[in-house]
Every structure is written in C-alpha cells, then in structure tokens.
C-alpha cells in the first residue's frame, strides 16, 4: 500500500498526463488537413497520446534503475522509485494504447484501414504497443515474487522490442523529421548508462568466493569472506546458470564475525504472559537457561554475511549447490534508512523486523548509540540462533532484541508502550518486513502520531516489495 505521499505524487502524474492528454487544442475551420472538427480533434489526442507515452519512457527507465541520480537528489528510496516506475509504465502502456486505438478508429471510419495498415510505419507501430502490453503480465507482483528470472528476462526482451518497434515507426512514418526518436535515445542512453554502472560496481571486487551452509528447511547462510560492503547488494551466480547476467538484490549484516561455529548459539524468547525476554542456549538437544554474557565471542574478521529465504528461483541452487562458489559482488547500494542524514543519531530507535529483514536492520542498531529495541517476529528458531551467532554475543546484546518466535508479535500494543516511554523525545520506528507487517506498523505510528503530539515520530520502511 503507498503511503500517503507516494499516493499523492502518484496522483499527480495522472492528473498531469491526462490533462495533457485533453487541453491545448484549436480547430480550424474550414481545414485542409481534415474533413470535420472531430476527427481533427480526435487526431490531434492521439498524436498528444503518443507523444507523452515516447516522453515518459525515458521517466519510467530512470525510475527503475538503481543507480538513479534521483536516488540521490530526492533521498527517496529505491521502493519508492520502483513503485512510481509501476504506475508512470502504466500511464505510458495506456497512452500508447490511447494512441493506436483512435488511430484505427479513424482509418476505419474513413474506409482507409486495409491500405493504411499495410505500410511499414503502421506494423511496426503494432509492435511496439503489443511489446508494451505484454510487459505488463509478466510485472505482476507473483510473476516477480515466484519467478523473478523469468521476470527479468521477459521484462528487457520486450523492453527492447518496444524500443526498436519505437524508433521503426517514427523512420518509417515520419523519416526522422520532428525529433520524436529524442525521447527513445534518451530511455537508450539512461539503460546504458545503468548497465555500465552495475559493470564497474561489481568489478572493482573482482570474483570472489561464497560459502553456503544450511539453517533450515527454509533459510540458507551465505557467507563471502574478506569484502565490506553497506545496505543491500546485488549477487550474481555465474556458476549456477547459464543466464550470468541475473542478480538479486540481499540486504547485508555488516562487520560480522566470521568464524569457526561452536554450535552454540542464542536467542530471546517472549512467554504469551508477558514480553520479557528470556535468554536461552542450545547445544546438542539439551536446552538450559543462561545469560548472554556468558557466551564466549568468536575472533572476528571483515566480511558478509546474507541469510537468504530460498523460493522457487535461483536461490533453490543455492540450497543444492557445492558448500563454496565463485560470486560477483556489485555494491553498496544503501536503503533509505542509511542514507537519512545521520540516522544512527537519532535519539530513540524503534525497530521492528519479520523473518530475515533483520539482516537490514541489524547494521544500523549496532552502530547506535542512543536507545533503541528490537522486536524480531520469527518462526525459525535455527535462523534467529544463526543470526545470534554470526553477530557474536556482544553484538546481538547491542541489538537490545526482543524475539518473537511462538507467539504473534502484538505490533499495536508493542508501538504503544514504546512510545509512552519516550514522551518529549524523538522516536525513529524502523520497519523491515513483509508488506503486510510493514502497512499495519504505518497505520498504527500514523494513530500515535495524533494521539502523542508530544513525541516526535519518524517512520522508516525497507520494503520486502518489488
């Protein structure tokens, strides 16, 4: 769900594309061009259609990048510029439409249809329009969720296509004369210039070798040792497919331990009765309470630590793969809650993570050195005990971390007491998790806001979406 000013500028680029679409016309009368005022008109939309769908490709290329300059100027998060690119790919996929469709209306209607369509400049208009439309079933959100590959490959073929189908009817039809192919080169240029970015991010590490080691039936470690990186990062597996170009985006727990396991690991377990924190250790199959502090910490050494959720894609080989294997690192891209002006700084920190969004989390609370909690909700025991090692005992005690494994985390009822405490203070709420944890903690800080004027809050999200 957008929040409140994604939906708003939202709304702002299709109010500006549809009036744009319908203002701006004169009609002469009598002309020389068309037989009556409406189909002077309605010549006159289409054209405007197809124009403002060829500007706004450039736009929704811009959006989707990851190394948008906008990322940089705006600090707006590359979630929120995904989602934008959703909705202005949208806009430009129904303007071409617009286009073509009144076009075929007004041959048709003058009997010129069968003559018209024959030529090149017509065809080739097909095919850029059904190149757009066929983007759009393969950008659903369980096409990118369970196929993401597939996704990827489908969305540049006919991105591509789309592009060439473009600059062909605009030769064809026009020869070049009016500059509309301006707005193809410049969608060119920004998609190039994207490629050669991720080119030099990633080969400034060179290959380098990841290890991966099994958590559970769900969750996979994967470890690449001697590399520092911030935020989220995109991994290619050059061995693993023969599609060397895939990546996929990880978020990152930095200045881990990398270390030999001792099979002792820890987490914090909340009872149903209350939400104290109980301490616990497992070794073997016997489980005894102790205190944190007792735990030994491994020696550390710098490097990355991901915990992935393995699904159907390319994450399913890394579960069967060998335990080690070369890797392309291209890094750091930083989320909006590292890239906020000193976030760290902030006085209170609220953080609340589902299933591996911890790892997005986890950097920013260990550097903090105010207040803060976490309150993780996960149903994997194994992973939260993986997560608590590769952290080491001082620095998952930093994390101040309250773990939810058997129980639901009451989400209204955490925010509220956490924010009582800190009346008069300004309290940062971090959400990284599923999108559903992420709209109910919006719509429960929204109602403390009104309700507790005299704390300063400050809502945070790192998305799970695509």
Same mark, same amino acid.
């Given at each position: 769900?957008?929040?409140?000013?994604q939906?708003?500028f *939202?709304?702002?680029? *299709?109010?500006? =594309?549809?009036v744009?679409?319908?203002?701006?016309?004169?009609s002469?009368?009598?002309?020389?061009?068309?037989?009556? =005022?409406?189909?002077e008109i309605?010549?006159y939309v289409?054209?405007r259609a197809?124009?403002?769908?060829f500007?706004n490709i450039p736009?929704l290329v811009?959006y989707?990048?990851?190394?948008n300059i $906008?990322?940089?100027?705006?600090?707006?998060?590359?979630?929120t510029?995904?989602l934008?690119?959703?909705?202005i790919?949208?806009?430009?996929?129904i303007?071409?439409?617009l286009?073509?469709? *009144?076009?075929?209306?007004?041959?048709s209607?003058?009997?010129?249809?069968?003559?018209?369509?024959?030529?090149?400049?017509?065809?080739?208009?097909i095919v850029?329009?059904?190149?757009?439309v066929?983007i759009?079933?393969g #950008?659903?959100?369980?096409v990118?969720?369970?196929?993401y590959?597939?996704?990827l490959a489908?969305h540049?073929?006919?991105?591509?296509l789309?592009?060439?189908?473009?600059?062909?009817?605009i030769?064809?039809?026009y020869d070049?004369?009016?500059g509309?192919?301006?707005?193809i080169?410049?969608?060119?240029a920004?998609?190039?210039? +994207?490629?050669?970015?991720?080119?030099l991010r990633?080969?400034?590490?060179?290959i380098?070798t990841?290890?991966v080691?099994?958590?559970d039936?769900?969750?996979?470690k994967? +470890?690449i040792?001697?590399?520092?990186?911030?935020g989220?990062v995109?991994?290619?597996?050059?061995?693993l497919?023969?599609?060397?170009?895939?990546n996929?985006?990880?978020?990152?727990?930095?200045d881990v331990?990398?270390?030999? !396991?001792?099979?002792?690991s820890?987490?914090?377990?909340?009872?149903?009765k209350?939400r104290?924190?109980?301490?616990?250790?497992? /070794?073997g199959?016997?489980?005894? /309470?102790?205190?944190?502090? +007792?735990?030994?910490?491994a020696?550390?050494?710098?490097?990355?630590?991901?915990?992935?959720?393995t699904?159907?894609?390319?994450?399913k080989?890394?579960?069967?793969?060998k335990?080690?294997?070369?890797v392309?690192?291209?890094?750091s891209?930083?989320p909006?809650?590292l890239?906020k002006?000193?976030?760290?700084?902030m006085?209170?920190?609220?953080? *609340?993570?589902g299933g591996?969004g911890v790892?997005a $989390?986890a950097?920013?609370?260990?550097?903090?050195?105010?207040?803060h909690?976490?309150?993780w909700?996960?149903?994997? /025991?194994p992973?939260? !005990?993986?997560?608590?090692?590769?952290l080491g005992?001082?620095?998952?005690n930093?994390?101040?971390?309250?773990?939810?494994?058997?129980n639901?985390?009451d989400i #209204?009822?955490i925010l509220?007491?956490?924010v009582?405490?800190?009346?008069g203070?300004e309290?940062a709420v971090?959400v990284s998790?599923p999108?559903?944890m992420a709209?109910e903690?919006r719509?429960?800080?929204?109602?403390?806001?009104?309700?507790n004027?005299a704390?300063k809050?400050?809502?945070?999200?790192e998305?799970?979406?695509?």
């Amino acid at each position: 769900m957008p929040t409140r000013g994604q939906a708003l500028f *939202i709304a702002y680029l *299709i109010f500006i =594309n549809v009036v744009l679409c319908a203002v701006g016309f004169n009609s002469a009368d009598p002309s020389a061009w068309y037989t009556s =005022n409406h189909l002077e008109i309605l010549t006159y939309v289409s054209n405007r259609a197809g124009i403002l769908s060829f500007a706004n490709i450039p736009l929704l290329v811009l959006y989707s990048s990851r190394n948008n300059i $906008l990322l940089w100027l705006t600090n707006w998060s590359h979630s929120t510029f995904l989602l934008l690119h959703r909705w202005i790919a949208a806009i430009c996929v129904i303007e071409a439409c617009l286009h073509s469709a *009144i076009y075929l209306h007004i041959y048709s209607a003058q009997g010129e249809h069968s003559s018209e369509s024959q030529r090149a400049y017509w065809y080739w208009g097909i095919v850029a329009t059904l190149a757009m439309v066929l983007i759009v079933p393969g #950008s659903m959100l369980q096409v990118r969720r369970r196929f993401y590959e597939f996704f990827l490959a489908w969305h540049v073929i006919f991105f591509l296509l789309a592009m060439v189908g473009c600059c062909l009817h605009i030769y064809y039809r026009y020869d070049f004369q009016w500059g509309y192919e301006n707005w193809i080169y410049m969608a060119l240029a920004i998609w190039g210039f +994207e490629r050669g970015m991720r080119i030099l991010r990633f080969a400034r590490h060179g290959i380098r070798t990841a290890q991966v080691s099994i958590v559970d039936d769900e969750y996979i470690k994967l +470890e690449i040792p001697g590399i520092a990186a911030d935020g989220d990062v995109y991994l290619y597996f050059p061995t693993l497919t023969w599609r060397v170009w895939e990546n996929h985006p990880f978020s990152v727990m930095t200045d881990v331990c990398q270390g030999t !396991d001792t099979g002792l690991s820890t987490t914090r377990i909340t009872t149903d009765k209350d939400r104290l924190p109980i301490s616990w250790t497992e /070794k073997g199959e016997s489980l005894d /309470k102790m205190s944190l502090a +007792e735990i030994s910490n491994a020696p550390c050494q710098r490097g990355l630590v991901f915990y992935i959720r393995t699904q159907s894609g390319i994450t399913k080989y890394l579960r069967g793969t060998k335990s080690k294997f070369p890797v392309l690192v291209e890094s750091s891209y930083h989320p909006v809650v590292l890239s906020k002006p000193n976030p760290s700084g902030m006085t209170n920190i609220i953080a *609340i993570a589902g299933g591996v969004g911890v790892t997005a $989390l986890a950097p920013i609370l260990m550097r903090h050195e105010g207040w803060h909690r976490l309150f993780w909700a996960v149903r994997s /025991k194994p992973l939260a !005990d993986s997560v608590a090692a590769s952290l080491g005992a001082d620095r998952f005690n930093r994390l101040n971390a309250v773990v939810f494994q058997d129980n639901r985390m009451d989400i #209204s009822r955490i925010l509220q007491e956490e924010v009582s405490r800190c009346v008069g203070t300004e309290v940062a709420v971090i959400v990284s998790g599923p999108a559903r944890m992420a709209d109910e903690v919006r719509l429960v800080v929204a109602t403390l806001m009104r309700e507790n004027p005299a704390v300063k809050l400050t809502l945070l999200e790192e998305s799970f979406s695509w």
